[in-house]
Structures are given as C-alpha cells and as structure tokens.
C-alpha cells in the first residue's frame, strides 16, 4: 500500500494567465534600466562589474569604448552602412543594488541583407546574490525588446523600411537573430558546461566551425597587441533564430551577414589589420561551399541535460581546435595540457562526459511539458543534420528537409 505519491506538474495544464502571474512573482523583485548614455550614475559600476569578469581575459572592450558607443548617434549609419544600437543593461534588486549587467549591440544593415536584425548578446554577469532566479533568463532575451523599439525608430525616422511596420508582434516581418559567443567545451571547465546547457535550453545552436571558425578579435589595447602579437580567441558562435529554432541549417547569405555585422560593430575598437584575417577566413570557406553547390552551413544543436550529453563531442575544445584553427597560437597551451590527460587515460574524455551525465541526472524533474510525450524540464533529443561531419562520434539520424523532427 503506498502511503505517498511524488506528484509531477504538467506545463500544458497551466492556463497563458498563471503563466504570466508566475513570471510576475518571480520578475518584480528586480528593476530593469536602459543606461544611454556615460554620465549615468552607475554607468561606471556596470562597466567595472563586466571589466572585472571578462577583461582579464582579454574579452572586454576599454571603458573609452563603450563610453563612445553610448555616445555615438545610433540612428546614423557607420560606413559600411550598418545602423549599430550598442546596449548596457542593468538589474536592480528592490534596495537599488545591481545584481546584474548585460552589455552587446543591435545591429541592421540593408545592403547585407534587408530583412535581417542581429541583436549581438557580447557579456552577461549576474552578481552571486541573485544566481539561481529568473534574473539570468530575462537578460538573455531584453535585448530583444529594445531591438524592437529601435527598428521602429529607425523606420519612423524614415532611415529604414520595415516589412510590416504595423506588425510588432511577428518583428516587423524581420528576421531576427541572437548571436553570442562562447568557449568551445572542454571537461575540465564547469563554466562552459554551465553556459552550454544555459544557452542549449534557451533555443541556441552552434554554427558548424567547419564552415565558419569563428574569432573573437584581441580586445587589448592595440599598444600590447603589437608588443604581443595578435592573438584572437577560437570561439564557438551561438545563434537563436527567433521563431526557427527547429530549422537545422543556415543559409549562407545569413551566415555571411551574421559575419559582417559583428565585425562591423568590432571595427569600432579594433585596428582593420587586426580583424581581416579572421573575417576574411570565414567569410572565404563559406564562399568556398558556395562554390561547391551548398547553400547552407549546419547548425549543430547543444546539450539540454544528461540525455543528449553526446552533443558535446562535436564541440569538444580539444578536437575542434586541432581540425579547424590547426596552428593558432591562442590554442597551443591548452591543447598541451589536454594532450597529457589524454596520454594518461585515452578515454579521459568518455569518463568526463559519463561523470557529467551522473550529476545531472541527480536532479529530479517536477515539471514536464506534455502527457503525449512525457518530456521533462531538458527536452527531447534533437537529431543532427544529415550531412553533419563531427569530429569524434557519429551522430544520430536527421529529420528532413532541413528540420528538426522532435521538440527541444
């Protein structure tokens, strides 16, 4: 006889009114604010709040720089033609207090592509008091509000002509894109499981280094640079393609115009000899499978929880540094370091990922999303693309046409 029964909730069952009076409860003990321009008053403290996690690192612009993107009139366009709104949001708890700070831009530009609006997510940090709220999530996706209230200005300005002005609710008729970037996955680094499986369940892919071995620029100052030598950062780029999360390739006009936009938005901080050669080398493999008859790059879907860890192999630090940025000099010491793990223990990086799978599974789902498919709080596994190439494991069969056959 059981004296008790652990009870699951259904998503499905909530009416759309509890959902927004969850989030309400969870949001209103935070305060969003906009910083326009350096003489805010915690224009200095957000700045040094992401300089303190990210600058060591070389992966922060100079405080002068963002004070010169606030300056700048967003409503003219750089040279290359590309409209740049650069943001730099902050939280408050109810004391006043920041508990956290995201900075990036949105970025449009016609002539690359007339229906197409990226909104580059570059730095997020949410301060220790407020890890484990709701917090993280809704500065992942604010941007998005403010990139809608400035295509709407850039339109009633008559700067730009947007598919469907009067329909706010489909983006104007636009396309648009999240991009972020991040470290490629190595066992030893929590942090970058931590960002894949935060950004895996937020709807983000990976696209193909294969086709597109994306750098982040040297973010020093050029002084140091020259002293040192250039070195960009291998890093993997993110995209969430709002309202096409399932669709599994990216065409490459969209994957050039993701290209050009960012470096536009770099060239701001960054001297021309210090990006070319990243950006060319993207830009020249796409236009190499163009040649070639294809039309689109794959993106590579991410982890959600312990059922479809095996995603990992496809981003594991280790293999794609030595298959797609052969020789760089940002990659040498960490894959000397790996390689001695490896020589140790072949399978280092099967056990990891096994290790991982347990501790993840120590968590117990209360929420599902649906009776018809029992899917808990991670989602179901998503095929690969059927013309993928991975570095370490085969992956699993793909759905058709393109699409993901099966929900996240």
């Not at 066992?187 to 750098?215: K, N």
């Not at 929880?305 to 010491?333: C, E, M, N, S, W």
Request: hydrophobic residues 40%.
């Amino acid at each position: 006889m059981n004296v008790g029964q652990r009870v699951r909730l259904c998503l499905k069952d909530l009416y759309h009114q509890d959902v927004v009076e969850m989030i309400e409860r969870e949001t209103r003990s935070f305060e969003f604010e906009s910083i326009e321009h350096p003489s805010h008053p915690d224009f200095e403290r957000a700045y040094g709040i992401l300089w303190e996690a990210f600058g060591g690192a070389g992966e922060m612009e100079p405080i002068d720089a963002i004070r010169g993107f606030l300056e700048d009139d967003p409503y003219e366009p750089v040279p290359s033609g590309t409209y740049i709104r650069y943001f730099l949001l902050i939280a408050r708890d109810k004391t006043g207090k920041i508990r956290g700070v995201r900075d990036g831009c949105v970025l449009y530009n016609p002539a690359y592509a007339p229906d197409l609006c990226l909104v580059y997510l570059a730095h997020i940090f949410v301060l220790p008091e407020a890890r484990g709220t709701v917090l993280t999530y809704w500065l992942r996706i604010a941007p998005v509000e403010l990139a809608m209230h400035y295509l709407h200005e850039l339109h009633a300005r008559g700067r730009i002509a947007l598919p469907q002005p009067d329909q706010p609710g489909k983006y104007y008729g636009m396309r648009l894109d999240l991009a972020a970037e991040m470290e490629y996955f190595s066992p030893e680094d929590p942090i970058s499981l931590q960002r894949i499986l935060f950004y895996g369940r937020g709807g983000f892919d990976v696209i193909d280094p294969r086709h597109f071995p994306y750098r982040q620029p040297d973010f020093r100052p050029p002084a140091m640079i020259q002293a040192t030598g250039n070195t960009p950062l291998p890093f993997m780029l993110l995209l969430r393609r709002m309202g096409r999360e399932r669709q599994a390739k990216l065409p490459l006009d969209e994957a050039r115009a993701v290209m050009r936009l960012l470096y536009d938005d770099f060239a701001f901080f960054c001297a021309p000899e210090f990006l070319e050669n990243s950006l060319d080398l993207v830009l020249n493999r796409l236009e190499d499978r163009r040649a070639r008859g294809k039309a689109h790059v794959d993106l590579l879907p991410l982890p959600t929880g312990p059922r479809d860890l095996q995603r990992l192999k496809r981003v594991f630090r280790h293999d794609i540094f030595q298959r797609f940025y052969a020789g760089d000099p940002a990659t040498l010491p960490y894959l000397d370091s790996v390689r001695a793990r490896l020589a140790q223990n072949p399978r280092w990086f099967e056990d990891q990922l096994t290790a991982i799978a347990r501790r993840l599974e120590t968590r117990v789902p209360y929420v599902y999303g649906s009776r018809d498919k029992d899917v808990a709080w991670e989602g179901t596994p998503t095929p690969e693309p059927a013309d993928a190439s991975p570095p370490v494991a085969s992956p699993a069969a793909a759905g058709t046409n393109g699409r993901r056959e099966d929900a996240r």
